[in-house]
């Protein structure tokens, strides 16, 4: 007894444990309501939480007095009262009212009954009498008038069916009788689901589950349920389903609404979740990267280059942008739902050399890349500098071993002279049969000094200017052998350069000519100039400066 009295107590405040373990009374007949005398079986229903073989002993009730133990699952009862069942390891059962009438007429009304079950009520005289003529009367308002006796029938009772009943009855003209009232409750078939969102604040990009919980009683446990999900009430995300889940595989700000959930019996009941808002938090943009393919910004000319924007962080549709950064100028946008995008040069040329960078903005703030500096290999115009550079090199050798033969031709005339003169001499004739003085040493009897000669010529900055050095050796008849000629382009901003040289001395005849063009295809005010000036040059020196 102490047992039973301990799980009395429990029943209230278990209660998940009550809705699942509870025992369920059925009827047989299933009317409450029956005439003095007769016999009601009630049986003690057990749901899944232990095996019937298992059980050992039911415990009845009447009211708060224990009535009975039985090894078995039925008991027969004829009197009126509140009857309960319960078994060794459960809660007791919720109570069942049994009336006895000693009326003549009676209303009959099952135990039990569910939303979307069909409601029948029975006007039944003591002694199973034909009626002539029958009301119902719900709430004090007649519902069903019949000139028979038949049972009324209400298909998909729902809890607007609740309330008081009662009938009246005719067996001939000049007696009406009148029942008992009978309460009838619609109970809950399942209660309006609830959804439970997990997170509760996702965040973009990441997976959401929705689950649509709700709960069916232990008498309706093979009740069949379907489910479905909506947001924003209109938007179907799923069609029904015996699935009670969801999983959204990746949610986006977009996705942010009231969502709801829906579950229906094939009983024609249908409820609706109150609605949750879900809140999608987006992550803004970070550590933005602007990368280039081929690698460093390291381009050839005529080739593509590949301008890749990324993104460390950041969710949602996100925008990139590439632009120069000494000019300004926009090169493209692109939308993307990624970290990552790329913007294509399909060929690239010297002009495309300079400072880049990106932005990327997804709605949080626009974040920029650091300038990426992109050079261009393979140009025409570098091509022009390393000629330049190489035929500089080459000038500039000439000229160290001229002015190294002119320090020592002095040092072997002045030791072979002794005395200083006019250190301005022409070059002496060269009679007949005469050799000329084609070397420095043994230069005796009429040493000349090496000539200073100049020529000026005025270049702008970005000219191109163009050297060429005819080198000749003496021959015996005084006549010179040609032994080649160097052919220097230099692009210098600005060129200085006096050459030193005698042929009669060195052995050499350095001639220059100079040119100057324009970005636009030369420049026709400096045409004129340069042929005049070549025509001015010395055939033995030039001085550019």
């Given at each position: 007894?102490?047992?039973?009295?301990?799980?009395?107590?429990?029943?209230p405040?278990?209660?998940?444990?009550?809705?699942?373990?509870?025992?369920?009374?059925?009827?047989?007949?299933p009317?409450?309501?029956?005439?003095?005398g007769?016999?009601?079986?009630l049986?003690?229903?057990?749901?899944h939480?232990?095996?019937?073989?298992?059980?050992?002993r039911?415990?009845?009730y009447?009211?708060?007095?224990?009535?009975?133990?039985?090894?078995?699952?039925?008991?027969e009862?004829?009197?009126?009262?509140?009857?309960?069942?319960?078994?060794?390891?459960?809660?007791?059962?919720?109570?069942?009212?049994?009336?006895?009438?000693?009326?003549?007429?009676?209303l009959?009304?099952?135990?039990?009954?569910?939303?979307?079950?069909?409601?029948?009520?029975?006007?039944?005289?003591?002694?199973?009498?034909?009626?002539?003529?029958?009301?119902?009367?719900w709430?004090?308002?007649?519902?069903?008038?019949?000139?028979?006796?038949q049972?009324l029938?209400?298909?998909?009772?729902?809890s607007?069916?609740?309330?008081?009943?009662?009938?009246?009855?005719?067996?001939?003209?000049?007696?009406?009788?009148?029942?008992?009232?009978?309460?009838?409750?619609?109970?809950?078939?399942?209660?309006h689901?609830?959804?439970?969102?997990?997170?509760?604040?996702?965040?973009?990009?990441?997976?959401?589950?929705?689950?649509?919980?709700?709960?069916?009683?232990?008498?309706?446990?093979?009740?069949?349920?379907?489910?479905?999900?909506?947001?924003?009430?209109?938007?179907?995300?799923?069609?029904?389903?015996?699935?009670?889940?969801?999983?959204?595989?990746?949610?986006?700000?977009q996705?942010?609404g009231s969502?709801?959930?829906?579950?229906?019996?094939?009983?024609g009941?249908?409820?609706?979740?109150?609605?949750?808002h879900?809140?999608?938090?987006?992550?803004?943009?970070?550590?933005?990267?602007?990368?280039?393919?081929?690698?460093?910004?390291?381009?050839?000319?005529?080739?593509?280059l590949?301008?890749?924007?990324?993104?460390?962080?950041?969710?949602?549709?996100?925008?990139?942008?590439?632009?120069?950064e000494?000019?300004?100028?926009?090169?493209?946008?692109?939308?993307?739902?990624?970290?990552?995008?790329?913007?294509?040069?399909?060929?690239?040329?010297?002009?495309?050399?300079?400072?880049y960078?990106?932005?990327?903005?997804?709605?949080?703030?626009?974040?920029?890349?650091?300038v990426l500096?992109?050079?261009?290999?393979?140009?025409?115009?570098?091509?022009?500098?390393?000629?330049?550079?190489?035929?500089?090199?080459?000038?500039?050798?000439?000229?160290?071993l001229?002015?190294?033969?002119?320090?020592?031709?002095?040092?072997?005339r002045k030791?072979?002279?002794?005395?200083?003169?006019?250190?301005?001499?022409?070059?002496p004739?060269?009679?007949?049969?005469?050799?000329?003085?084609?070397?420095?040493?043994?230069?005796?009897?009429?040493?000349?000094e090496?000539?200073h000669l100049?020529?000026?010529?005025?270049?702008?900055?970005?000219?191109?200017?163009?050297?060429?050095?005819?080198?000749?050796?003496?021959?015996?008849?005084?006549e010179?052998?040609?032994?080649?000629?160097?052919?220097v382009a230099?692009?210098?901003?600005s060129?200085?350069?006096c050459?030193l040289?005698?042929?009669y001395?060195?052995?050499?005849?350095?001639?220059?000519?100079?040119?100057?063009?324009?970005?636009?295809g030369?420049?026709?005010?400096?045409?004129?100039?340069?042929?005049?000036?070549r025509?001015?040059?010395?055939?033995?020196?030039?001085c550019?400066?």
């Open positions: 007894m102490l047992l039973w009295a301990s799980l009395l107590v429990l029943a405040v278990c209660g998940q444990l009550e809705a699942v373990s509870k025992p369920v009374i059925s009827l047989h007949p009317w409450t309501v029956a005439f003095r007769e016999t009601v079986t049986t003690c229903n057990v749901f939480f232990h095996a019937p073989e298992k059980i050992k039911f415990l009845w009447l009211g708060r007095r224990m009535l009975r133990e039985t090894p078995g699952n039925t008991l009862v004829r009197d009126s009262g509140q009857y309960r069942c319960q078994t060794q390891d459960s809660l007791p059962s919720d109570q069942v009212n049994m009336i006895f009438s000693s009326g003549w007429l009676v009959q009304a099952p135990h039990g009954v569910f939303e979307g079950d069909t409601l029948v009520l029975r006007c039944q005289t003591r002694s199973r009498e034909t009626l002539t003529s029958v009301k119902y009367i709430n004090g308002k007649v519902i069903s008038a019949s000139n028979q006796s049972d029938s209400i298909p998909r009772a729902s607007n069916n609740s309330g008081f009943y009662h009938c009246t009855g005719r067996a001939d003209k000049m007696h009406s009788w009148k029942s008992n009232t009978k309460s009838v409750q619609i109970q809950e078939l399942f209660p689901p609830k959804l439970k969102v997990t997170p509760s604040q996702p965040t973009e990009g990441s997976s959401v589950n929705l689950s649509c919980e709700t709960q069916l009683p232990p008498e309706r446990p093979d009740t069949v349920l379907r489910f479905s999900f909506f947001r924003d009430r209109w938007v179907v995300l799923s069609d029904w389903s015996r699935a009670p889940e969801l999983r959204i595989a990746a949610i986006w700000r996705d942010a969502y709801t959930c829906g579950a229906a019996a094939a009983q009941v249908h409820k609706l979740s109150l609605p949750v879900v809140y999608v938090q987006g992550v803004p943009v970070s550590g933005v990267l602007l990368e280039t393919q081929p690698p460093e910004g390291r381009a050839l000319a005529g080739e593509p590949v301008l890749i924007c990324s993104a460390a962080e950041g969710t949602g549709d996100t925008t990139f942008s590439w632009h120069r000494d000019t300004g100028e926009s090169l493209g946008t692109k939308r993307r739902r990624s970290r990552r995008a790329q913007l294509e040069i399909p060929a690239v040329g010297g002009s495309h050399a300079g400072g960078f990106c932005t990327a903005d997804n709605g949080h703030g626009l974040v920029c890349s650091a500096n992109v050079t261009v290999t393979g140009t025409p115009g570098n091509r022009m500098g390393l000629i330049a550079a190489g035929a500089t090199g080459g000038l500039l050798s000439v000229l160290v001229a002015a190294g033969l002119l320090i020592y031709c002095r040092h072997q030791s072979g002279d002794g005395s200083p003169g006019n250190t301005t001499r022409s070059p004739a060269t009679g007949p049969g005469q050799a000329p003085h084609g070397r420095c040493q043994g230069q005796k009897d009429s040493p000349v090496l000539q100049y020529g000026n010529g005025s270049l702008g900055e970005g000219h191109l200017v163009y050297s060429e050095i005819q080198t000749i050796r003496p021959g015996q008849e005084g010179g052998k040609s032994l080649g000629k160097i052919l230099n692009y210098t901003p060129f200085n350069m050459l040289s005698t042929p001395v060195l052995g050499a005849a350095v001639s220059t000519r100079s040119r100057s063009a324009d970005k636009a030369g420049n026709p005010c400096r045409r004129g100039l340069d042929s005049k000036e025509r001015q040059t010395p055939k033995d020196a030039s550019i400066s």
